[in-house]
């Protein structure tokens, strides 16, 4: 049998708070009733009530009794304390104690401080002076630590009960994190002085013990409006913004508050169009065979979900891209998908086919690359026009396919010695169409067979990439700045899915609705190539396993962009990241600019995740078992 975990509470504070003193120790013991076999954890409390006399003063025998705990937990209401030999009162020295070790990242994982508050005048001269301390106490806690404020202690025990529950469960967390990245001796004031000169675009601070959070999220009263209110009149209402920096991208990343709560924040929102059934279009047809009404039967050839309407658009129609369209519509049968795609036809395939053998991957050379250096397109040799019909072989031989491909080139000098990295650009198969209200979308893609794009940027071009690395190098920590980005979403629970080489995760800037993002767990793994075999296989089981959570999601269009490096560059602590940016809603701001609104919180993803992941999870891995590695 697992041996509970033990956690230690240390209660500090003068001697005017007893009931909230007993207050933690009857919340510690229910929290050991209710969560401790389902966490396999005992929390124990610890307080100078317990301590026995000793020789010396008694702060002496408290420091020396103490012994190491895991969280600081301090209350104060109208009482200071009275002076030790080290401090103006005990709590001031346990508190610094405490501190020094949490900085450190000793044994103190977590400090929460109370306060109740005062509301009866001072009685004498003696309770003034000691409330004055206690509120230049607080003020001067304020500029290094949070605390709460509460009323009575019945708002006392409720906070308590949230607060070490949560802290508990987070601790628990952490200790499962091994050893090798945890991020320790961080030198603080070197990350703050480095980031103020450099000024990165990323708001996230490894072991930010000043906020106690390291992920920054500053919420912003911005202009108030008028919005309907009670019986119809309009009233002033402030209207807040959440800005953050995305911590990977030179992204900057809005959450209006108001925004995030609108309806249509949600994808598969589609217009029912199945009120028009075959016999209906079959005679409405004749009438919108003219070129004025063209538009609205490229409508209908968009959106119908009827398999035999699309048929009939596709056998009678006069006009080739009213009928290209029905082929393109994501109801449209295998047959008809495959008459109108290019990928699916051999004369298209094999006049261009790169591939070496029988890979069952098609690669070719685009026909026509816009920009980058070299730009070539793997899509698999079968049928398929929706990326949530691909399963975890196809995924893996299509990365596994272009890693060789890539590496033949490249050993055979077809291109100038550093190209700019590598990046997979991934089509959806589902088109876009704007109709005011959202629908399917995605930037019409004009090819539906699932493909992947493969492109490298000239050498000396910047990217992506150019930033993260900057980010890397600049933001000295030990394990590096990716690692400490990983232990914290680990700890925030962002990470989905995880194996020995890599990490689906939530990201924490996301600049699309549900963003996914996979980090490739090895530091100094700067392009794709650098991949190793197993590393590939990894990264195929995490992306099948992020495509099947999108569906599920109800998300079937996204772009997948690839953040890498020259080929030549080296970096110690750069990390290959494969971001999954979904094409599902409707972005204020394009991804062309620096800034994302955005209409959902990166928490909400994790929430809808969580009861759905395990099973995607499990038949993804098992059906690991069954690829063949080359
Ligand atoms: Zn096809
Ligand atoms: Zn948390």
């Known amino acids: 049998m697992r041996e509970k975990k033990e956690i230690c509470v240390f209660v500090s504070s003068p001697g005017d708070v007893s009931t909230e003193r007993d207050i933690v120790e009857d919340v510690v013991q229910r929290i050991n009733k209710t969560l401790g076999d389902e966490l396999m954890v005992f929390v124990k409390v610890k307080r100078w009530e317990d301590i026995p006399p000793c020789a010396g003063s008694v702060q002496e025998t408290i420091n020396s009794h103490v012994g190491p705990y895991d969280i600081f937990l301090g209350i104060m209401w109208e009482r200071f304390g009275s002076p030790t030999s080290n401090a103006e009162s005990g709590t001031q020295e346990e508190l610094k104690s405490a501190y020094e070790s949490w900085k450190s990242n000793g044994s103190v994982a977590e400090i929460l401080f109370y306060f109740r508050e005062n509301t009866s ?46 802290i508990v469960r987070k601790l628990l967390n952490k200790t499962t994190v091994p050893k090798s990245i945890n991020v320790e001796n961080t030198d ?27 992920f920054y999220r500053a919420r912003i009263q911005t202009t108030s409006g008028y919005i309907a209110g009670k019986e119809g009149v309009d009233e002033l209402k402030s209207n807040f913004i ?105 004369r298209f395939r094999f006049l261009r086919d790169l591939r070496s053998g029988s890979d069952k991957t098609f690669i070719i050379a685009n026909d026509f690359p816009y920009g980058p250096y070299f730009h070539y397109i793997a899509f698999p040799a079968q049928p398929i026009h929706a990326w949530q019909d691909l399963e975890l072989p196809d995924i893996y031989d299509m990365n596994h396919t272009i ?17 700019a990295g590598v990046f997979i650009g991934l089509n959806s198969s589902i088109r876009h169409l704007v109709m005011g209200t959202r629908t399917r979308t995605s930037a019409g893609a004009s090819i539906t067979h699932v493909h992947k794009q493969i492109w490298g940027m000239a050498p000396g071009s910047v990217n992506l990439g150019n930033h993260l690395d900057e980010l890397c190098r600049r933001i000295e920590v030990k394990g590096g700045y990716l690692n400490a980005y990983l232990q914290f979403l680990r700890r925030e629970q962002m990470v989905i899915h995880e194996d020995d080489h890599v990490v689906l995760y939530v990201p924490y800037g996301q600049i699309s609705i549900h963003e996914l993002q996979i980090m490739v767990k090895k530091p100094g793994i700067t392009h794709y190539l650098a991949l190793s075999e197993e590393e590939i296989t990894s990264l195929s089981i995490a992306e099948t396993i992020a495509v099947k959570l999108l569906d599920a ?41 620096h800034l994302f609104v955005v209409d959902k919180y990166p928490e909400e993803t994790r929430e809808l995740l969580v009861p759905i992941k395990g099973s995607i999870i499990k038949q993804v891995v098992e059906s690991a078992a069954g690829i063949a590695i080359s």
């Open 242 to 346: 959440l800005i953050s920096k995305d911590p990977i991208r030179p992204f900057d990343i809005q959450i209006g508050e108001t925004r995030s709560l609108r309806q249509a924040g949600n994808p598969t929102a589609i217009p029912d169009l199945t009120i028009l059934d075959l016999g209906s279009v079959k005679s409405m047809y004749p009438f919108l065979q003219v070129e004025g009404y063209r538009w609205i039967r490229m409508v209908l050839a968009e959106l119908t979900t009827d398999q035999k309407i699309l048929d009939f658009i596709y056998e009678n129609d006069t006009d080739p891209q009213v009928r290209s369209i029905t082929a393109k519509n994501p109801s449209a049968s295998s047959d008809l998908q495959q008459k109108e795609c290019k990928f699916c036809q051999d």
């Open 121 to 166: 005048v001072p009685r004498n001269a003696d309770a003034a002076e000691q409330l004055l301390k206690v509120i230049r106490f607080r003020e001067e806690l304020s500029s290094k630590l949070k605390y709460t404020l509460y009323h009575e202690p019945i708002d006392f025990e409720r906070l308590v009960r949230d607060d070490l529950e949560h």
């Open 188 to 214: 603080i004031e070197k990350v703050e002085q480095v980031w103020d000169a450099i000024g990165v675009a990323s708001s996230f601070k490894p072991n930010n013990h000043v906020e106690k959070q390291t």
């Open 403 to 419: 890693w060789r491909f890539l590496k033949r080139e490249q050993k055979a000098g077809k291109w100038l010695p550093a190209p």
């Open 553 to 593: 999601l109800g998300i079937h269009s996204f772009n997948q962009v690839m953040i890498t490096l020259p080929f030549d560059r080296v970096s110690t602590y750069f990390s290959l990241i494969l971001c999954f940016v979904t094409r599902e809603v409707d972005l204020a701001v394009s991804e062309l600019n």
